[in-house]
């Protein structure tokens, strides 16, 4: 092998190599959370939004917040329909994707597209000052 084909086969390997990691780059985030079973210390300054009714925070790719009606509720962050970030709404008790405007009842599920399909619904229950959310 001359050096002008060495040289034109390592650009075909860089360039199909980039390619590569182009295309998993471009593919959806399947929305699963890093951790599914983890805690929350509602003492803790990260997590002070959870102690007002309406308020929520994010924690391992998902969205945990409190109702008006003071439950405690937890999905999936990621929407279904791209993976963009969803809120919660508090005064309409849903979540929402402000990217393409899916709406999502209290328990993930779809209200208004364009999803399809609903965010995922996780456990919680609390313990004093700690908070469990869990599959």
């Known amino acids: 092998m001359d050096r002008k084909e060495f040289l034109s086969s390592m650009g075909s390997g860089a360039a ?8 998993s780059a471009c593919t959806k985030s399947s929305g699963t959370p890093a951790s599914t079973d983890f805690m929350v210390d509602l ?9 007002t009714p309406g308020g929520f925070i994010y924690m391992n790719g998902v969205i ?14 990621a ?32 209200i208004n597209g364009p999803a399809g399909s ?3 619904e996780y456990n919680v229950s609390v313990s004093g000052s700690t908070l469990h959310v869990y599959l």
């Open 43 to 51: 003492n803790a300054a990260g997590s002070l939004n959870l102690k």
């Open 64 to 77: 945990v917040a409190q109702t008006l009606s003071g439950q405690y509720i937890a999905v999936t962050q």
């Open 79 to 110: 929407c279904t329909h791209e993976g963009a970030t969803v809120t919660y709404d508090k005064n309409a008790d849903h979540f929402y994707c402000p990217s393409h405007g899916s709406v999502f009842s209290d328990s993930g599920a779809v």
């Open 118 to 120: 609903p965010l995922k």
């Open 16 to 23: 199909g190599l980039l390619l590569l990691s182009c295309f």
